[in-house]
């Protein structure tokens, strides 16, 4: 087995406290149309960036991955990410183009689902306080 099959697979919805957890984005704009910004390096999560969130949880402000919890995570099904198939079939796209992600090649939902969870991905905040009944739907159907 060649050292690229082997390669981790990252979940890019993670919890800051997950064991090999990184920053690869911020969420920016406006409340109501939040969006990522890729950064163009992905950062070790640290006390130091985690404290940038302020009183906000770390997963408002930014997108962290980190090794795919499989099996131990409630939206992991017949050898699949279920919260990557609702994404792609319940939200739609934001972006035309594959954006600058520095966990791409490693991402458990492109690996999965392709192109179609780029175009949505911007988009997606792991906690999101003003969450809609809609979203709220997607993200915990399990």
């Known amino acids: 087995m060649s050292r690229e099959s082997r390669k981790q697979i990252d979940c890019p919805s993670a919890q800051a406290t997950a064991e090999g957890a990184r920053i690869f984005g911020m969420m920016t704009g406006a409340s109501d149309a939040r969006r990522v910004g890729y950064l163009t390096e992905a950062q070790p999560v640290s006390e ?3 404290s940038l969130a302020g009183p906000a949880k770390p997963t408002q402000l930014f997108r962290i991955a980190a090794p795919c919890a499989n099996g131990g995570c409630k939206h992991f099904k017949d050898r699949t990410c279920s919260l990557a198939q609702r994404i792609v079939d319940g939200l739609p796209a934001v972006v035309n183009a594959l954006p600058a ?11 999965q689902e392709g192109r179609e969870a780029c175009f949505r991905c911007p988009q997606v905040m792991t906690d999101r306080s003003s969450a809609s009944d809609y979203e709220k739907q997607i993200a915990d159907s399990d």
């Open 101 to 111: 992600c520095q966990i791409r090649s490693t991402c458990r939902w492109f690996r």
């Open 48 to 50: 130091k960036l985690l």
